[in-house]
């Protein structure tokens, strides 16, 4: 009954976010902020990570191509189709779960401690709005995060199989292009649409509807992480079935 509760709570909460709308240049200023904290603020950690992400899979496909019948471009071949339809798109939202998740669900959690949400309330500015919808707006722009996680991913794929000795430039290259599916890419892009709006509403409802003081602020941060993880893991199994299947 909790859970199914919780459910309940959490569409109600997405009902009231497109409820009463704050000013347009308020809501405006508001959007540009968290494009700042949540995307630009996380572009260094996913840069980092998909490009040593691209450059283990690479090591690892070339290390366990054994046969002399296997030809080498299946190192390019493995990486990019690894980056594009799982590395970039789930891991990095997985990532991201506990990086910008735990931060949305911690500043509005703060807020809700402090009675900065009752005083917004009292004010007549539709809380739900003000705080979580510029966040969803700023999470729109996910896929561009995405696209160059999987960008540098291939790059690292490149950089680890070429100048690891493991396979040629033009191996490499053959391989990066042979059999490629555009379908793929688009699938990778819906569901990252799907994950930034995971990622800006069930952290922003851990936070709104949390209660106690600062210890209890950690502990929903840490729910928040669970529940975003649990969430984007099942959305990609049910896309994934939807779309490729």
């Known amino acids: 009954m909790t859970y199914l509760h919780s459910i309940g709570e959490y569409f109600i909460m ?9 000013k347009g240049s308020v809501l405006r200023n508001l959007i540009f902020k968290e494009i700042n904290e949540l995307i630009m603020g996380s572009l260094g950690i996913v840069a980092f990570l998909s490009f040593f992400i691209g450059a283990v899979v690479a090591i ?6 054994n046969n002399p019948l296997i030809p080498k471009s299946l190192v390019a071949f493995a990486a990019r189709q690894s980056v594009i339809l799982e590395f970039a798109p ?12 735990s931060f949305i669900t911690s500043s509005i ?8 949400i009752d005083a917004l309330e009292v004010m007549g500015i539709n809380s739900k709005n003000y705080l979580i919808l510029p966040k969803i707006i700023a999470m729109l722009t996910y896929p561009f995060l995405i696209a160059i996680a999987m960008f540098l991913g291939i790059a690292g794929a490149y950089f680890a ?19 490629f599916n555009g379908f793929h890419l688009t699938y990778a892009f819906i569901k990252t649409f799907l994950f930034a709006f995971i990622l800006a509403t069930v952290p922003s409802y ?9 210890l209890e602020v950690g502990e929903a941060s840490t729910t928040s992480f669970v529940w975003t993880s649990v969430v984007l893991i099942i959305t990609n199994y049910a896309i994934t079935q939807l779309l490729l299947s």
């Open 109 to 116: 959690g703060s807020m809700r401690v402090t009675e900065q």
């Open 206 to 214: 851990h936070g709104y509807y949390m209660k106690g003081g600062a």
């Open 14 to 22: 997405l009902k009231g976010v497109f409820g009463r709308m704050t």
């Open 90 to 101: 789930t891991f990095i939202s997985i990532i991201m779960a506990g990086k910008v998740g």
């Open 60 to 65: 690892q496909t070339a290390l366990n191509l």
């Open 161 to 179: 199989a070429v100048f690891g000795g493991f396979v040629t430039s033009d191996q490499f290259l053959t391989g990066l292009q042979d059999d």
